[in-house]
DNA sequence: GTAGTTATGGTCAAATATAGTCAGAGATGG
DNA sequence: CCATCTCTGACTATATTTGACCATAACTAC
């Protein structure tokens, strides 16, 4: 006995199973309304089914013409790097942490140097304002997206 | 599914990128009606899409024989046009303004399609989880840092 | 050359169209 | 019975579209 929320899931899943680019568009009322469900369950199957940790990457714009995005990653891959951070386990992603996983990144030829130099410009104490346990959950936000986006584009 | 802004944003770039020198002439008036649309959209567009970020000036003239002129800036010295954009980051901003200042920095040549990708998913709003005026804010430390990095390293 | 008329373009706030968040209610399985 | 998953709706955030009103330049009649 499947739950509406598997359904949705099981119907984007197939919508991305048969695009070209693993790459699709949808609209979030369209979906509910297909579903016969409110708007916001929508978010609620993309927040706990197309996160990146099961190998996708959503994006959205509100407004006329908006829409969902959502990008079929290699899922293979994004666990590997994913686990090596421990991102999976622990949200929280200190700044040393942060530049170590960078440079393993560097070593395994997944980034340049530059990209490296690029990436901690944004991610280091003094780019984000906040207090210390908030910058932690940034980074790992941060790269949590940084991973999804390398797992899909590959190496350097 | 792409907004009537959008259309018209394509449309006005197609005609820029085939003109000789980067600046055309067009008449408010007559987009409007080609889009079915009301005169004040175009500003709307104008406003949201050709602005400094994206390397367009425009400027217009009222009036019998009124009209936009739209010009693409040139690709300038690297140095200089980081300068200039360090001054236009203020303590706010949002990810459409973000997003137009990387891509202004692509088509000046300072950094890759790849580092513009990178560096989107490090700064877009998913993932800084935090309220709208703090994004911004951070936005701005880590667009300083990184454009402070850049000036040093120069170019890609 | 001044005043009035016409032809442009500009501004701004309200209306509309999407999407996001969050807390609590409801359902389900051990 | 408890934990977890799912569903709902009120409230929020953002992008676009529209229209009423404003500003400026050129032309025309005198």
Redesign the pocket.
């Known amino acids: ?1 499947p ?4 359904m ?1 899931e099981k119907f984007i899943i197939n919508i991305v199973e048969n695009s070209e680019e693993g790459i699709i568009h ?5 979906l509910s309304t297909r579903f016969s ?12 089914r197309f996160n990146i940790e099961r190998g996708f990457l ?1 994006e ?9 995005k959502i990008i079929k990653i290699p899922v293979i891959q994004t666990k590997v790097y994913l686990d090596r951070i421990s991102v999976g386990i622990n949200n929280y992603i200190g700044s040393e942490q942060a530049k170590n996983f960078l440079k393993r990144l560097v070593e395994e030829n997944i980034i340049s140097e530059r990209e490296m130099n690029i990436i901690w410009q944004l991610l280091r104490d003094e780019s984000l304002p906040c207090d210390k346990e908030e910058k932690g959950y940034q980074r790992g936000k941060m790269l949590k997206n940084l991973i999804g986006y390398l797992a899909k584009e590959g190496g350097k």
């Open positions: 006995m739950s509406i929320s598997d949705i949808i609209q979030r009322n369209d469900c409110v708007p916001s369950q929508i978010n609620y199957v993309i927040k706990t959503v959205s714009k509100r407004g006329e013409g908006g829409f969902l």
